[in-house]
């Protein structure tokens, strides 16, 4: 199970109210407790944080907002002792327009870095060369005065997308991943690896028939040139190469497509990433019927060799919490923590944490500063971690970079640690079940017809097998299944094969 750490907002250690090395640190025994396998840290590296990290000034180095080289080490030297691996997030799509690189190759046309980063002429109006928006919104050209070209930004302009097909540039991002393995990091998540390569001959994307107003400016275009192009595999097998170059890594890739085309982010005879992020349960209706075809469509069009991966949340997305409530959220991590493949844990999740409420001035997130009221603000979901109910939650002695969730002196680690029913005990409780039996960690999926608002599979290992069902919804459910009662997200002792209201429940099934 690999744990996802916002570090500016997982734990202060010098007072400064922004998270850092030293607190993640200091946490790892939480992390043990709760039965993490590895922990996925987002940037770190050097930055101005427009972006907050994804926009890199440095990519072999650390920013000091974080602590040291020396503080990294430590760190990682501290996740090994306990069992823990670590896995940096590498943003090799667009560094920071301060990065050194960059600097160089908007100095001048003949600069030895400038083909480094993507530079066009303008179109014959003089506008940008083609009709591409950014994430962020507007055109995803940025004039450059003293060069007199474009450059372009999928994401904010202060993030210029680096150049792949530049062998040279290429070489030198290889490199760094190269300097962060060789200092023992265990992988990395790779960010928006589908956006790294594009057409070749910068043509219009097409217009979004769907789009209406209310919707972000990025979906009046489909990006069918600008995003997952043929290219990509390449940069992708090559990552994979120099990763298994050494001992037991892992490359995990964000790939926001459809499954149809995320598959092939496995590679061809495995040469891709581990573990192309599968997002589905991020963007899925809370639906028993819908749910159970994802599953079962997502399971079957695995590559041969293609390990699965689920998510529920992460930094970008409102949290399962706030999608579905607190009741039906624990039923979600049952559903998470019990299908095949390797799950991915949002920081906070396992003590129920929702969206947290920003108030106008407090603001950080420049997707809501540049698209403001339209709800895609980030902030919300990266408030801090709230580990007791003393001063600032344990968080920080000084006043958090965002505020606190409402609930916070109630809703925290310490609260819940020995609560048998918390949220937190029920995390730590699917995690003990997934290491004890084999069929959970490893075993097969098949998914058992069910009605209603129940969804039910079985896993499979050997002569053991486990069944899994689950109620998303507010009316009692029969369940035609019996077997002995592992776990129940309510606190049920026995189960005489009625499912409560917002109830999941594992069995061990005996032939």
């Given at each position: 199970?690999?744990?996802?750490?916002?570090?500016r907002?997982?734990?202060?250690?010098?007072?400064?109210?922004?998270?850092?090395?030293?607190?993640?640190?200091?946490?790892?025994?939480?992390?043990?407790?709760?039965?993490?396998?590895?922990?996925?840290?987002s940037?770190?590296f050097?930055s101005?944080?427009?972006d907050?990290?994804?926009?890199?000034?440095?990519?072999?180095?650390?920013?000091?907002?974080?602590?040291?080289?020396?503080?990294?080490?430590?760190?990682?030297?501290?996740?090994?002792?306990?069992?823990?691996?670590?896995l940096?997030?590498f943003v090799?799509?667009?560094?920071?327009?301060?990065h050194?690189?960059?600097?160089?190759?908007?100095?001048?046309?003949s600069?030895?870095r400038?083909?480094?980063?993507?530079?066009?002429?303008?179109?014959?109006?003089?506008?940008?060369p083609?009709?591409?928006?950014?994430?962020?919104?507007?055109?995803?050209?940025?004039w450059?005065?003293?060069?007199?070209?474009?450059?372009?930004?999928?994401m904010?302009?202060?993030q210029?997308?680096?150049?792949?097909?530049?062998?040279?540039?290429?070489?030198?991002?290889?490199?760094a991943m190269?300097?962060?393995f060789d200092?023992?990091?265990?992988?990395?998540?790779?960010?928006?690896l589908?956006?790294?390569?594009?057409?070749?001959?910068f043509p219009?994307?097409p217009?979004?028939?769907?789009w209406r107003?209310?919707?972000?400016?990025?979906?009046?275009?489909?990006?069918?040139?600008?995003?997952?192009?043929?290219?990509v595999?390449?940069?992708?097998?090559?990552m994979?190469?120099?990763?298994?170059?050494?001992?037991?890594?892992?490359?995990?890739?964000?790939?926001?497509?459809?499954?149809?085309?995320l598959?092939?982010?496995y590679?061809?005879?495995?040469?891709?990433v581990?573990?192309?992020?599968?997002?589905?349960?991020?963007?899925?209706?809370w639906d028993?019927?819908?749910?159970?075809r994802?599953?079962?469509d997502y399971?079957?069009?695995?590559?041969?060799?293609?390990w699965?991966?689920?998510?529920?949340?992460?930094?970008?997305?409102?949290r399962?919490?706030?999608?579905?409530?607190?009741?039906?959220?624990r039923?979600?991590?049952m559903?998470?923590l019990?299908?095949?493949?390797?799950?991915?844990?949002?920081y906070?999740?396992?003590?129920?944490?929702?969206?947290?409420a920003?108030?106008?001035?407090?603001?950080r997130?420049?997707?809501?500063?540049?698209?403001?009221?339209?709800?895609?603000?980030?902030?919300?979901?990266?408030?801090?971690?709230?580990?007791?109910?003393?001063?600032q939650?344990?968080?920080?002695?000084?006043?958090?970079?965002l505020?606190?969730?409402?609930?916070?002196?109630?809703?925290?680690v310490?609260?819940?640690?020995?609560d048998?029913?918390?949220?937190l005990?029920?995390?730590r409780?699917?995690?003990?079940?997934?290491?004890?039996?084999?069929?959970?960690?490893?075993?097969?999926?098949?998914?058992?017809?069910?009605?209603?608002?129940?969804?039910?599979?079985?896993?499979?290992?050997?002569?053991?097998?486990i069944?899994?069902?689950?109620?998303?919804g507010?009316?009692?459910?029969?369940?035609?299944?019996?077997?002995?009662?592992?776990?129940s997200?309510?606190?049920?002792?026995?189960?005489?094969?009625?499912?409560?209201?917002?109830?999941?429940?594992?069995?061990?099934?005996q032939?």
């Amino acid at each position: 199970m690999i744990y996802q750490v916002y570090p500016r907002s997982f734990q202060d250690t010098n007072g400064d109210g922004v998270g850092d090395l030293a607190g993640i640190e200091r946490r790892l025994d939480h992390l043990v407790a709760l039965g993490v396998d590895a922990v996925w840290i987002s940037p770190i590296f050097p930055s101005p944080m427009v972006d907050f990290g994804y926009d890199v000034a440095d990519y072999t180095g650390v920013h000091p907002l974080f602590g040291t080289l020396a503080d990294f080490d430590r760190l990682l030297a501290a996740a090994h002792a306990r069992g823990l691996r670590l896995l940096l997030d590498f943003v090799p799509n667009h560094s920071s327009d301060q990065h050194p690189w960059f600097v160089e190759s908007r100095s001048s046309r003949s600069n030895p870095r400038r083909d480094w980063y993507i530079w066009r002429d303008p179109a014959p109006d003089g506008g940008p060369p083609n009709n591409w928006i950014s994430d962020f919104g507007g055109s995803a050209w940025q004039w450059d005065v003293g060069t007199g070209q474009y450059y372009y930004h999928a994401m904010l302009t202060e993030q210029p997308d680096l150049n792949w097909r530049n062998p040279e540039l290429r070489a030198a991002m290889l490199d760094a991943m190269r300097f962060w393995f060789d200092r023992g990091t265990d992988g990395f998540r790779v960010d928006i690896l589908w956006h790294m390569i594009k057409h070749a001959d910068f043509p219009d994307n097409p217009a979004n028939p769907d789009w209406r107003e209310g919707m972000a400016d990025m979906h009046k275009v489909l990006q069918l040139h600008s995003t997952d192009q043929p290219d990509v595999f390449a940069i992708a097998a090559e990552m994979r190469a120099l990763a298994d170059s050494y001992d037991d890594r892992v490359l995990v890739g964000e790939i926001y497509l459809p499954v149809e085309r995320l598959m092939a982010y496995y590679g061809k005879d495995g040469d891709g990433v581990h573990l192309p992020f599968n997002f589905q349960l991020i963007d899925a209706a809370w639906d028993a019927r819908s749910l159970h075809r994802m599953i079962r469509d997502y399971d079957a069009a695995l590559p041969q060799g293609g390990w699965p991966n689920w998510v529920l949340g992460n930094h970008d997305r409102p949290r399962i919490a706030t999608r579905v409530g607190e009741a039906q959220a624990r039923v979600a991590a049952m559903l998470l923590l019990t299908l095949r493949g390797t799950p991915t844990l949002y920081y906070g999740d396992e003590i129920g944490l929702t969206d947290g409420a920003i108030p106008p001035d407090r603001v950080r997130d420049p997707r809501e500063l540049r698209e403001p009221g339209l709800g895609f603000g980030r902030d919300p979901v990266r408030t801090p971690m709230a580990w007791d109910g003393g001063p600032q939650a344990g968080f920080s002695a000084a006043e958090p970079w965002l505020p606190l969730h409402a609930n916070w002196r109630t809703r925290n680690v310490a609260g819940q640690a020995d609560d048998a029913r918390s949220m937190l005990s029920l995390h730590r409780d699917l995690l003990r079940l997934r290491r004890a039996h084999s069929a959970l960690a490893t075993g097969s999926l098949t998914m058992i017809e069910a009605e209603g608002d129940v969804i039910a599979y079985q896993r499979v290992s050997g002569s053991e097998r486990i069944v899994v069902a689950l109620n998303l919804g507010r009316d009692p459910q029969a369940v035609p299944v019996r077997g002995t009662l592992l776990l129940s997200t309510i606190g049920s002792d026995v189960f005489t094969g009625r499912l409560e209201p917002d109830e999941g429940v594992i069995l061990l099934v005996q032939d």
